[in-house]
């Protein structure tokens, strides 16, 4: 029944080495967002794909990228995590670009030791 | 910058009492609003959402008010159970833009 999914569900890196955290869907959806939640924050929106167009949000440190191969899936790269890249990464999809629901995954917990 | 949040951190109610949790935006280009529940260690999931032409809608137990003139949301949960305790948070997306923007959630505690 699981319709996002996030791999893996706990994170543990070193202190500028390279990360990979994953999400898969099989809701078909067209759009895929990855979201970073700090503790007791808000989700932060990081980028998203509207299909394989790439869309950045202004304020995303260059630290972060993304790839989307195909449909289902979408990672998030952190290329040289640092103590306050330790957050929750959410990925979420929708079907559409705006004025719809986003469906969201049950997070990576990232931490950065 | 034009932002979604919340009034209330932490909100308190007595199971089987009716919760209110309240919500202020400042874009006036948001056309499109939800709640979400985020019980600890989860991902945000669905409760309920209003486009800006209406001013209610209605779910099971739960009711979402809009007042575009002053720019507020409202979440009511009737008849507050355990299982409702979590953080809510509403979130907002402006017209064409892609994505929603969350506001700062509210933790609802239900005593006994």
């Known amino acids: ?113 | 910058g034009e932002s979604v949040g919340l009034h209330l951190p932490t909100l308190s109610v007595q199971e089987g009492d009716n919760s209110i949790i309240n919500c202020a935006y400042s874009n006036s280009a948001s056309d499109y609003f939800i709640w979400y529940k985020q019980e600890s260690g989860k991902g945000p999931q669905f409760i309920i959402d209003i486009r800006s032409n209406m001013d209610k809608r209605q779910g099971q137990r739960v009711t979402v008010l809009l007042n575009k003139t002053v720019k507020h949301l409202s979440l009511q949960i009737a008849a507050t159970q355990p299982g409702d305790s979590a953080v809510y948070f509403c979130a907002e997306n402006e017209g064409g833009a892609d994505g929603l923007t969350f506001g700062k959630g509210t933790h609802l505690i239900i005593q006994p």
């Open chain 1, 1 to 113: 029944d699981a319709m996002v999914i996030q791999n893996p569900r706990y994170q543990v890196t070193q202190f500028g080495k390279p990360v990979t955290l994953s999400c898969s869907q099989t809701l078909n959806h067209n759009v895929m967002y990855w979201y970073q939640q700090k503790s007791s924050q808000a989700p932060k929106l990081l980028f998203h794909y509207y299909d394989k167009d790439f869309n950045n949000e202004a304020d995303t440190p260059d630290n972060f990228q993304s790839r989307r191969p195909n449909t289902s899936f979408c990672f998030l790269d952190i290329r040289s995590p640092g103590l306050g890249d330790a957050a929750m990464y959410l990925c979420a999809t929708s079907a559409r670009r705006a004025n719809t629901e986003a469906f969201f995954g049950q997070g990576t917990r990232l931490t950065v030791v």
